[in-house]
């Protein structure tokens, strides 16, 4: 079975986490491709995580908001446990209270996440290399 991915986006965010870089890329559609779902706004973006392990792809990787990337890798699901106070420190609404007895950093559930494992990552927007990224010699946060 084929497992292949070629995906274009513009960096909105990053982070890493146990030194696995990862990055959202938000993805507009070409003129060509299906319209969003009614209802939705025509040329919102679509968005993707892409996975760097190790942060590395054989040498330095430098990435840095806004970088208009083409990331060729592979699709990979994984399953992670998401606790309630994980849960609502990210939601926005009002805050929520327990029952008595209740801990919410105990309760939890298991959740499921799609992701591009980056295998190449070529910068798109034909700039010279990010002089940040030439002192540190790797890569380079987006917030």
Not at 43 to 53: L, S
Request: hydrophobic share 35%; net charge positive; aromatic share 6%.
């Amino acid at each position: 079975m084929i497992n292949e991915i070629t995906v274009e986006g513009l960096v909105i965010r990053s982070w890493t986490v146990i030194g696995d870089n990862f990055y959202r890329l938000a993805c507009f559609r070409d003129p060509g491709l299906p319209p969003r779902p009614r209802g939705e706004l025509r040329d919102t973006a679509d968005f993707v995580t892409v996975r760097v392990p190790d942060g590395t792809l054989g040498g330095p990787v430098c990435i840095l908001r806004d970088d208009q990337l083409r990331v060729h890798g592979f699709l990979q699901s994984r399953d992670y446990q998401e606790s309630l106070a994980d849960f609502t420190r990210e939601a926005r609404g009002p805050a929520l209270k327990l029952l008595d007895g209740y801990d919410p950093r105990e309760l939890t559930r298991t959740r499921s996440t799609n992701e591009v494992v980056a295998q190449r990552i070529v910068r798109m927007d034909g700039k010279a290399p990010h002089p940040a990224c030439a002192k540190r010699g790797s890569t380079s946060k987006s917030d």
